[in-house]
Nanobody, 124 residues
Framework: QVQLVESGGGSVQAGGSLRLSCAAS????????MGWFRQAPGKEREFVAS????????YYANSVKDRFTISRDNVKNTAYLQMYNLKPEDSAVYYC?????????????????WGQGTQVTVSS
């Protein structure tokens, strides 16, 4: 079992930045690939970014590529999502998730554990 707790959400103006953190506890953190998904009101949950267990490979949704950076610290058991140049359409609840170590999946059903989410609101 892995417990995931997100933090770092908040309200920013368009063009601003935020860094989300996902603290993991339980089994060996490096044994899991990590992902970030988001869900806006009335919309389906969508993939944002993923990273392999060793941090060597990353994968991004086209909508966030070149603006967001996913990373991880396997000593601190924490994953991060650095978000730059935020847009109003980035407003959503952001979820951290843990899954297969090398999958880099953009499919939510392939992930095993989910955090409770953190709200990001971007105003124009």
């Amino acid at each position: 079992q892995v417990q995931l707790v997100e933090s770092g959400g908040g309200s920013v103006q368009a063009g601003g930045s935020l860094r989300l953190s996902c603290a993991a506890s339980g089994r060996t953190f490096s044994g899991y690939g990590m992902g970030w998904f988001r869900q806006a009101p009335g919309k389906e949950r969508e993939f944002v970014a993923s990273i392999t267990g060793d941090g060597g490979m990353t994968y991004y949704a086209n909508s966030v590529k070149d603006r967001f950076t996913i990373s991880r610290d396997n000593v601190k058991n924490t994953a991060y999502l650095q978000m730059y140049n935020l847009k109003p359409e980035d407003s959503a609840v952001y979820y951290c998730t843990a899954g297969p170590p090398r999958a880099l999946s953009d499919r939510s059903y392939e992930y095993y554990y989910w955090g409770q989410g953190t709200q990001v609101t971007v105003s124009s």
